[in-house]
């Protein structure tokens, strides 16, 4: 039996369904997790800006899990394993970009507060929410999990699929904590820095897209070689993933910027005080 979703090398690909235990333990496992901090972890005193956990955010948390197993399971986890580039862009949507922010969205603050409450934490994520950091990590990332020494020499290997499935996972929260910008006492950007911030990382990733879209022939001899899918060709399926990529990811992202957008105005028009906790060791806000 195979754990986790990986290339099945060699192996034509056929609609039977596998079951991969490992993907529905990691899941349940977080799902467990967040359940637990809810009701182990209740806020004694909610600050001016803490809300008692509310339907929306478990329907989010609930969202962001569901997206990413759907990301990591069967069909999808095993297509872009090692069968479909266009497939693999799609994972990396749906486990790097969407259900991360919606597990983030979904996160109540005061939960948020007590996850960050050591000062060694809590310093480490207030250097997060400035964007050079995020920016680096969150493309470099993008970048190194699509070089072909990496995508071809590791793709067979159960262990370093989920290495690199957990990598792309994290780097999504990293990217989404600044733009969110969820506790005042991180000192998050500005709503104008935050679409500036999202703006980049719309044009970024456009390099590798456009490798992908203008190339003649196969970067990649895993997805060359793999049997084929439904008669796909394996250039026509690079091209594929690079409008995929491109195009999907843009849409998100703008999307997330005219939300942004809309609540900038909104906020301008109608500012709202609150109430910031002080941070750990007794820092003052300003500080």
């Known amino acids: 039996m195979r754990w986790w979703c990986s290339a099945l090398l060699g192996q034509p690909w056929t609609w039977r369904w596998q079951a991969y235990p490992g993907v529905w333990l990691f899941i349940l496992g977080l799902g467990l997790a967040y359940a637990w901090a809810l009701l182990r972890l209740p806020a004694p005193r909610l600050a001016g800006d803490e809300r008692p956990t509310s339907a929306p955010e478990l329907v989010l948390i609930g969202l962001g899990l569901l997206v990413l197993w759907a990301g ?9 394993a090692g069968y479909l580039l266009s497939v693999k862009t799609l994972q990396y949507l ?8 919606l597990m983030l969205l979904g996160t109540p603050r005061w939960l948020l507060r007590r996850m960050i409450r050591g000062r060694v934490v809590f310093l480490v994520a207030r250097a997060l929410t400035r964007p050079l950091i995020p920016l680096a990590v969150a493309n470099g990332v993008l ?11 590791v793709a067979g290997s159960q262990l370093w699929t989920l290495v690199l499935d957990l990598v792309v996972i994290a780097a999504g929260f990293i990217f989404w904590w600044p733009a969110l910008g969820r506790l005042p006492e991180l000192h998050p950007m500005s709503y104008g820095a935050r679409i500036g911030y999202l703006g980049l990382n719309v044009f970024l990733p456009t390099v590798p897209a456009s490798f992908f879209t203008f190339s003649q022939y196969p970067i990649y001899g895993l997805y060359e070689l793999a049997p084929r899918v439904s008669g796909i060709s394996a250039v026509a399926d690079q091209r594929v993933a690079g ?3 491109k195009t999907g990811g843009g849409a998100l992202l703008f999307g997330t910027m005219s939300v942004m957008f ?12 609150v109430l910031v906790p002080s941070p750990p060791g007794g820092e003052g806000p300003g500080g």
Not at 72 to 80: H, I, K, N, Q, R
């Open 243 to 245: 409008l995929l990529m």
């Open 94 to 101: 749906l486990i790097g970009y969407i259900a991360p922010g």
């Open 262 to 273: 809309f609540r900038w105005f909104r906020h301008e028009a109608e500012p709202e005080g």
């Open 72 to 80: 990591l399971d069967w069909p999808v986890g095993v297509l872009a």
């Open 143 to 153: 970048v190194a999990t699509h070089l072909p020494v990496v995508v071809d020499n």
